[in-house]
C-alpha cells in the first residue's frame, strides 16, 4: 500500500466505524442492532506487509488442502474404497489414511473433537483469534471473496463510488460478474465438499454422465449457498454476531497472551500530520505518533478500530499491523505502534522494564497436558484395537425348544465383524455348557453342525450374521438360566472375540 502525503492528512472514510468516528452530537446507534442489511458494510482495503503474506500463504496452502484431499488414493483391498479421507455414510465408515472407523467407534470421533477443541484453546491462550483470522473456514472463503471484489470493483474508495452511484451499464456489468465468479467459486466449494462422502472418481463420472442422485445434488447446492451467503454477503457479521467462539475467547487470554495491540501511550493523542508540523511540535503539544489516518481501519476485514482497545470484532488477522507500519515508514517514524503484543509487555515498556515471553504457563500446560493424554489414548486404543468383534443375540420367542429327544434348543443370532482387508474363517464354540452341538441354521448337519464347534467365515471388511441353534441334553442343564460365552476363534492370526449370553431350560 503506497500513500501520498494528502492522503496521510486527510480523513476520506466516509463511513463512520466507531463511537469516536461519528462527530460530536451525532446519534449514537447501538451496534447491536445491524444485523446484514442495517449495517455499515464494510469496504476492506488492500494491503502488503508480513501477515498480509501470511493470510495469503494459509489461503493457498489450505484451499489446496481442501480441494486435492478427496483424490488421494489409498489402497485398501478388493472391495473397500481407495480413497485415502472419505466418510462413507451408505457403508457407515469412515476411512483416514490407514484408519478405518466403525460405527460403533465413534468414541474416536469424540477424542479428536476434544484435541480439535483444546487445540484452539492453546492457541488462543497464546496468540489470541490466530484461529479466526487465518484458518476458520468463515476467514478464508471472505478472504478470497474479498480479493475477486477488488479484482473486478477496484480499490476501495473506488468501490465506495461504485456501491453510491447511480446503476448503469458498467456497473450492472461489474456486479454482474462479481457474482458470477463468487457463485463459481461457491460452487466449486460444495462440489468439493461431497467427493469427501463419496468416492471422488465414480462421483466425478456420475456428475459428468448426468446419473449423480438428486440428495448429492441437494447436499451440494446447500452447501454453495451458504458459502456464497456467509462468504459474499454476511462476511463479517458472521465472525461479529454468530460465531461462538467470539464470547469465549476472552475466557481463553491471559496478560500474556499475544494480541493486536495499539500502543496509546506512544500514539495519543491523535492528530493529522501538517506538512509544516515538526515531531518536537507535535509532542508539545501533546500529540503522539498516530496521525489518524485510519488505515489501520480501512484494512481491518470486520471494521473494527484496533486504537479503542481490545474488542470482541477484531479477529487477530494483523493486517492493521502491516497498514500502520507502512505509514510509519513513510513519516520517518519507528514501526509496531500497533504489533502483537502482551499486556504484561506493555506495562514494561511503559515502566521501562524488561520485557518478558511467557509461553509455559498453567493454562498451556493443561491445555497441553489434555491434548496428550487425549491423543496416547487413542493411539494407544488404535494400536490395541481388534480386528474382530462378536455380538450375540439369543432369541426370545420361544425361549427355548423341548426336542422330542430329550435335548434342549435355544436359538441365537451372531455377528462377526472382521475388520481385515481378507475373507477370514473363524471357529465359534461355546463355553460354559459341556455337551453342547452347535448348528447353523440352514446348513446341513453333515456339513457344518452337530459338534461343539462350527466354522463360519465372513467377508473382508464386512459383518457377516448367522442363525445358529445350541442343543444340549436335558440332564446336563440347570433349570433355569445358565450363562455361557460364544467364542469365535480367527483360525488365521489365532484372535478370539467372545460376547457373554444364556442358555435358557424348563
Not at 477496484?154 to 457474482?179: C, E, F, N, V, Y
Not at 472382521?418 to 463355553?431: C, E, F, G, P, Q
Request: aromatic content about 10%; some cysteine.
Amino acid at each position: 500500500m503506497s500513500l501520498s502525503p494528502d492522503t496521510l492528512t486527510k480523513h476520506a472514510d466516509p463511513l463512520p466505524r466507531s463511537a469516536s468516528d461519528v462527530p460530536h452530537g451525532a446519534p449514537q446507534e447501538d451496534p447491536d442492532r445491524h444485523w446484514f442489511i442495517d449495517r455499515a458494510k464494510v469496504y476492506a482495503a488492500d494491503v502488503r506487509g508480513t501477515f498480509r503474506r501470511l493470510k495469503w500463504a494459509a489461503l493457498v496452502v489450505l484451499l489446496a488442502i481442501y480441494y486435492v484431499t478427496p483424490w488421494i488414493r489409498w489402497e485398501r483391498g478388493p472391495g473397500i474404497p481407495d480413497q485415502a479421507v472419505l466418510l462413507d455414510m451408505v457403508g457407515r465408515r469412515a476411512y483416514f489414511l490407514w484408519i478405518e472407523i466403525w460405527p460403533q467407534e465413534i468414541y474416536y470421533l469424540t477424542g479428536l473433537l476434544i484435541i480439535g477443541c483444546f487445540g484452539i484453546f492453546f492457541a488462543t491462550t497464546l496468540f489470541g483469534r490466530v484461529w479466526c483470522g487465518y484458518a476458520c473456514p468463515q476467514t478464508v472463503w471472505s478472504d478470497l471473496f474479498m480479493w475477486v471484489e477488488r479484482k473486478i470493483e477496484g480499490p476501495r474508495t473506488q468501490r465506495i463510488r461504485l456501491d453510491k452511484a447511480s446503476m448503469t451499464g458498467a456497473k450492472l456489468a461489474k456486479k454482474a460478474l462479481k457474482h458470477a465468479v463468487w457463485l463459481f467459486i461457491a460452487v466449486m466449494t460444495g462440489g468439493a465438499w461431497i467427493f469427501y462422502f463419496n468416492d471422488a472418481p465414480t462421483l466425478a463420472r456420475e456428475i459428468a454422465s448426468g446419473e449423480v442422485g438428486s440428495g448429492v445434488l441437494l447436499f451440494a447446492g446447500l452447501f454453495s449457498f451458504t458459502t456464497y451467503f456467509f462468504a459474499g454477503w454476511a462476511r463479517e457479521q458472521i465472525c461479529i454476531y454468530v460465531c461462538p467462539w467470539r464470547s469465549y475467547q476472552s475466557a481463553m487470554v491471559d496478560e500474556d497472551t499475544f494480541l493486536v495491540t495499539y500502543e496509546d501511550w506512544r500514539g495519543e493523542g491523535r492528530a493529522p500530520l501538517r506538512k509544516s508540523q515538526s515531531w518536537e511540535e507535535r509532542a508539545a503539544a501533546g500529540l503522539g505518533d498516530c496521525i489518524d489516518c485510519k488505515q489501520c481501519v480501512f484494512v481491518c476485514p470486520t471494521g473494527t478500530d484496533i486504537r479503542n482497545g481490545q474488542q470482541i470484532s477484531c479477529i487477530g488477522c494483523g493486517l492493521c499491523v502491516d497498514a500502520c507500519n507502512d505509514v510509519m515508514a513513510q513519516i520517518g517514524r519507528p514501526g509496531n505502534l500497533i504489533q502483537f503484543d502482551t499486556q504484561s509487555n506493555q506495562i514494561a515498556k511503559i515502566d521501562g522494564s524488561s520485557e518478558r515471553v511467557r509461553l509455559v504457563r498453567p493454562r498451556t500446560i493443561i491445555y497441553s497436558l489434555i491434548m496428550l493424554t487425549v491423543g496416547c489414548a487413542m493411539a494407544i486404543a488404535l494400536y490395541l484395537r481388534p480386528t474382530l468383534d462378536v455380538s450375540v443375540l439369543r432369541d426370545r420367542a420361544p425361549l427355548f425348544v423341548a426336542l422330542s429327544d430329550g435335548q434342549i434348543q435355544n436359538a441365537y443370532t451372531i455377528k462377526i465383524l472382521n475388520k481385515t482387508t481378507i475373507r477370514r474363517a473363524y471357529a465359534v464354540s461355546l463355553d460354559g455348557l459341556p455337551g453342547a452341538a452347535l448348528s447353523v441354521a440352514g446348513e446341513a448337519m453333515t456339513d457344518n453342525g452337530g459338534g461343539s464347534t462350527l466354522t463360519l467365515s465372513a467377508d473382508a471388511d464386512q459383518v457377516a450374521t448367522y442363525r445358529i441353534f445350541v442343543k444340549a441334553p436335558s440332564s446336563a442343564v440347570k433349570s433355569g438360566s445358565t450363562d455361557v460365552v460364544v467364542l469365535a476363534k480367527d483360525q488365521g492370526s489365532g484372535e478370539i472375540g467372545k460376547h457373554p449370553s444364556v442358555f435358557i431350560a424348563p
